[in-house]
């Protein structure tokens, strides 16, 4: 192998690793709305499960049947953004917004 291509595969293999010691899992929570059924949890976990770099997504539905729900989100950061995870959710129907840090 010359040089010049051993030289390329070195670096191709840093750029690599470097990606993967960026890309982190972080966890989101999201404030769901219009939950007013049995289905429509299933459905947001469903949807938003679906997108690339989600690991886990669990919703739960808030008591007093106030159509409300929250869902907590395990994802990588190098895929996909909680904007993109809010969006899946408002495009299903079930408009979301990501909870403020507390």
Do not use: H, K, W
């Not at 395990?74 to 840090?101: C, E, F, K």
Request: charge should be positive; hydrophobic fraction near 50%.
């Amino acid at each position: 192998m010359s040089l010049s291509i051993r030289t390329a595969l070195v670096f191709a293999a840093a750029l690599m690793t470097a990606d993967a010691a960026q890309a982190a899992e972080r966890t989101v929570r999201l404030d769901v709305s219009n939950v007013s059924c049995v289905t429509c949890a299933p459905i947001v976990r469903r949807t938003i499960s679906r997108l690339p770099g989600v690991e886990a997504v669990t919703v739960t539905v808030t008591s007093g049947g106030t159509g409300q729900a929250v869902a907590v989100v395990t994802y990588d950061d190098a895929r996909v953004t909680p904007a993109a995870l809010a969006l899946a959710s408002t495009r299903a129907g079930y408009p979301a917004r990501v909870q403020a840090r507390r």
